[in-house]
Nanobody, 126 residues
Framework: QVQLVESGGGLVQAGGSLRLTCVAS????????MGWFRQAPGKEREFVAA????????NYADSVKGRFTISRDNNKNTVSLQMNSLKPEDTAVYSC???????????????????WGQGTQVTVSS
């Protein structure tokens, strides 16, 4: 079992930046692919970014490529999402998630992730 707690959300103007951090419990953090997802009001939850167990491979949604960067620190059991050049359409609740499988590729659908944090609100004003 992995427990996840996000922080770092808030209100920012368009063009600004925020850094989200997710802290994981347990001793197996480095064995899990980690992802960030978001859900805007009235919309389905969608993939944002994911990172491999070692941190060497990353995957991004087209809508955030070049603006967001996912990273992890396996010594601190954290995964972060640096968000730059924010747009109003980035407004959503952002959640981190862990894939329980201990091997395999970086996956990008919500169905591939088993453990979820409670989410943190990001609001971008125009």
């Amino acid at each position: 079992q992995v427990q996840l707690v996000e922080s770092g959300g808030g209100l920012v103007q368009a063009g600004g930046s925020l850094r989200l951090t997710c802290v994981a419990s347990g001793r197996t953090f480095s064995s899990h692919v980690m992802g960030w997802f978001r859900q805007a009001p009235g919309k389905e939850r969608e993939f944002v970014a994911a990172i491999s167990r070692s941190g060497g491979n990353t995957n991004y949604a087209d809508s955030v490529k070049g603006r967001f960067t996912i990273s992890r620190d396996n010594n601190k059991n954290t995964v972060s999402l640096q968000m730059n050049s924010l747009k109003p359409e980035d407004t959503a609740v952002y959640s981190c998630a862990a894939d329980r499988r201990l091997s395999g590729p970086v996956r990008t659908t919500i169905f591939d992730y088993d453990y979820w944090g409670q989410g943190t609100q990001v609001t971008v004003s125009s």
